[in-house]
């Protein structure tokens, strides 16, 4: 069975729903099924009024309700974008003291708690911004529709130098890119522009640039009139820290270096060692610097120990190698050969060996001959590693 009840309210226009759903507008008749209902009524404005409509009581009847007023003013409406007519979220929306942001429906409702008149402005990034002049106080509901907002349309620069390939950077910050630099987009507003460039004064500028505008800059730069020669430098041993005119450069070999003409000093340090030297470059001028350094006398603390029924040496000679296996010359100041013709010896070998070299070198090699007892004959020839004591 079914029955009818009207739906009246005071003011009128408020949703009715019916166990939870929406069903209309106050001012209706409804159509129930047997049965209680519950009924909410809802107005912007206007605290939610609930009732228990009772079949046996209502039914048949036209049913008033008046709604309580919250105190509140609200303003209320959409925002899209003009070209797309598609919603835009994020808006912000205010009215004097209020504000408040669209939803994900492009939807707003501002409340407010006391009366006002002025501008009811929409802004959001890219956007131009809208105002719309109003006056509303509360318990009023302003509907405004739907907000039409438009972007913003790009601002453009364009910026050529002479020569090209100079760095372009806005207030220090932003990098454009090497010159040429087209359609970089900016904002509406001041800058200061900035170009760099290897022996070339830098340049700055400072300019303004409206909505929708492309600027063009086209710079001349000015040679600072430093000129250039190159630098190779080795040493030997390489490894030697190199400094010209007290800045550092790196470890040597150094090929290819430019460096500003004029007089210059050049120094190397190596370890405990320092050459220092002054030299004048001219213009496109490759200037070589190969420097040796003095040796460094090494002493060898050395021995080798057979224990007895092993075979004995002979000691040939020593090579000295440096940190990466490639052979280091070293100067022998005396003669090594050390004959043992018996394989029962215990010891032999030279007390102390004197050699030159260079602290680049951290080992030597002794090279030695098998002694073969079943043949009484030295034999294969080994390399034994001997670290360098200092």
Not at 122 to 150: C, K, N, W
Not at 175 to 184: A, D, L, Q, R
Not at 355 to 374: K, R
Request: overall charge negative; glycine content about 10%; charged content about 20%.
């Amino acid at each position: 069975m079914t029955y009818t009840v009207g739906i009246q309210s005071i003011p009128e226009g408020a949703d009715i729903y019916i166990d939870g759903s929406w069903v209309g507008i106050t001012g209706m008749t409804l159509i129930l099924g047997d049965g209680n209902h519950s009924l909410l009524l809802e107005k912007i404005g206007y605290e939610d009024y609930y009732y228990t409509i009772i079949q046996a009581e209502d039914a048949g009847t036209n049913l008033w309700f008046t709604l309580t007023s919250t105190g509140l003013g609200y303003i209320r409406g959409t925002v899209v974008d003009d070209m797309l007519h598609l919603p835009l979220v994020f808006v912000n929306v205010s009215f004097g003291p209020f504000s408040t942001s669209t939803d994900g429906n492009g939807y707003f409702i501002l409340e407010l708690t006391e009366g006002y008149s002025g501008y009811l402005t929409f802004s959001l990034s890219t956007y131009q911004t809208r105002e719309i002049l109003l006056t509303a106080s509360p318990g009023d509901d302003i509907i405004v529709g739907s907000i039409e907002m438009s972007r913003i349309s790009p601002s453009q620069i364009n910026i050529y130098s002479t020569p090209s390939g100079a760095n372009s950077f806005l207030d220090n910050t932003i990098w454009c890119g090497e010159t040429p630099v087209e359609n970089f987009e900016v904002d509406p507003k001041t800058y200061e522009l900035e170009l760099y460039k290897d022996d070339y004064l830098n340049y700055y500028e400072t300019f303004s640039i409206s909505e929708g505008e492309t600027k063009n800059f086209d710079i001349t730069l000015e040679p600072t009139g430093v000129t250039w020669g190159t630098l190779n430098i080795y040493s030997t041993p390489p490894g030697a820290i190199v400094y010209v005119d007290d800045n550092w450069a790196g470890p040597t070999p150094i090929e290819s270096f430019e460096y500003p003409t004029g007089t210059h000093t050049l120094k190397l340090v190596l370890e405990n060692l320092i050459h220092e030297e002054i030299f004048t470059l001219a213009e496109g001028e490759t200037k070589t610097f190969n420097i040796s350094f003095p040796g460094i006398q090494v002493t060898i603390n050395w021995e080798a120990i057979v224990e007895e029924g092993e075979h004995a040496f002979n000691l040939l000679s020593f090579i000295g190698t440096n940190t990466d296996n490639t052979i280091q010359g070293f100067q022998v100041e005396k003669s090594l050969y050390k004959e043992v013709t018996t394989p029962t010896a215990t010891r032999f070998g030279l007390d102390k060996i004197i050699i030159q070299g260079t602290s680049q070198n951290d080992a030597l090699t002794m090279i030695v001959e098998n002694y073969n007892p079943s043949t009484g004959e030295f034999e294969g020839v080994y390399d034994w590693e001997i670290k360098k004591f200092r």
